[in-house]
């Protein structure tokens, strides 16, 4: 049974890849305590930030044994482990658990469009398979099935989610979830376009699940904290308004396009995105690097590559 809350900055990792395109593990070793000490509570290796459609079963797995080895006990490390299908997805969740994951996040397997009652199930029957403290990710955009909250209640009684991410527009669902108070933490994207940010952290959220933090951890934990007095809201408001730029940027281009290049472009180990994605060019990118600068994020972090020093 799982017993794991987060709170605060949950952040949707990249992954980092050589020259040659291999996975670049080192990378991996220097991100990750790159979150540590800038206030993240966890990270989701393998999900769509980082590629996971592209990656190969082998190298999905050494992700996972490698980067488990990494752990020092700050940071709660969960894996992306959706298959295409429910016995490929508790395979993953079985290689996870053996091999020291924290937890795992979960979405609806892509492409099959399947109906939310048999999306339902998947999520129960996947959940029965493992003691492995799991997590939701409700996101149509990407995979078709749109869990209500209805369905999410009904899956969170399993007491192996501890987690739900939302990435619709709908705050009512949100609201919905929260009033219910199940034992999970309810977290939300932090795309602006999407407008869950404010309202579900007003609502009594516990954190994001957020891909800004890749290039700002210190701020989205900021953003991340739970309202448990007016002084953190009023904290939240000056930062979220402050780091608009920078949100909307990391969602300019399909994730992880964006953020990835430009990371890679401030200097931080991220490597180019595999084909058919490609990096950011020309203007697109100097917007993203103009906002570091703007924010003092290079100041903050002692960035200072080529590319920063051109602008």
């Not at 091999?99 to 979405?107: C, H, K, M, S, V």
């Not at 192996?160 to 527009?169: F, I, L, M």
């Not at 989205?220 to 009023?234: D, F, G, K, N, Y």
């Amino acid at each position: 049974m799982a017993t794991t809350r987060i709170e605060g900055s949950f952040v949707a990792l990249i992954t980092p890849f050589n020259k040659d395109g291999s996975v670049d593990f080192e990378g991996f070793r220097t991100l990750l305590k790159f979150h540590e000490d800038q206030g993240s509570s966890a990270v989701l290796i393998m999900g769509s930030t980082g590629e996971v459609s592209m990656l190969s079963p082998a190298e999905r797995q050494r992700i996972i044994v490698e980067t488990a080895r990494m752990k020092t006990g700050r940071m709660q490390f969960f894996y992306g482990c959706t298959g295409n299908n429910t016995a490929t997805t508790i395979e993953y969740l079985k290689f996870a658990r053996s091999n020291g994951a924290d937890g795992a996040i979960l979405a609806a397997p892509s492409y099959i469009c399947a109906s939310e009652a048999d999306i339902e199930d998947y999520f129960l029957e996947v959940a029965d398979a493992t003691d492995l403290p799991l997590g939701i990710y409700n996101n149509p955009p990407r995979v078709k099935t749109d869990l209500h909250w209805d369905n999410l209640l009904r899956i969170f009684r399993h007491p192996n989610y501890v987690v739900h991410k939302e990435s619709t527009t709908r705050v009512g669902q949100v609201a919905q979830v929260l009033r219910a108070r199940p034992d999970v933490a309810v977290m939300c994207c932090d795309s602006p376009n999407l407008g869950l940010v404010v309202p579900t952290m007003s609502l009594g959220g516990h954190g994001t699940a957020n891909m800004t933090g890749n290039i700002a951890p210190l701020e989205m934990a900021r953003l991340s904290t739970p309202w448990h007095s007016p002084e953190v809201s009023v904290a939240f408001r000056d930062e979220y308004l402050r780091m608009l730029p920078m949100l909307h940027f990391s969602y300019s281009a399909i994730n992880p396009v964006a953020i990835k290049s430009l990371m890679k472009a401030v200097g931080l180990p991220a490597g180019e995105l595999r084909r058919p994605l490609k990096g950011l060019e020309g203007e697109a990118l100097l917007k993203g690097l103009r906002i570091v600068r703007e924010l003092e994020l290079d100041r903050k972090y002692g960035w200072s590559s080529p590319a920063l020093r051109s602008i």
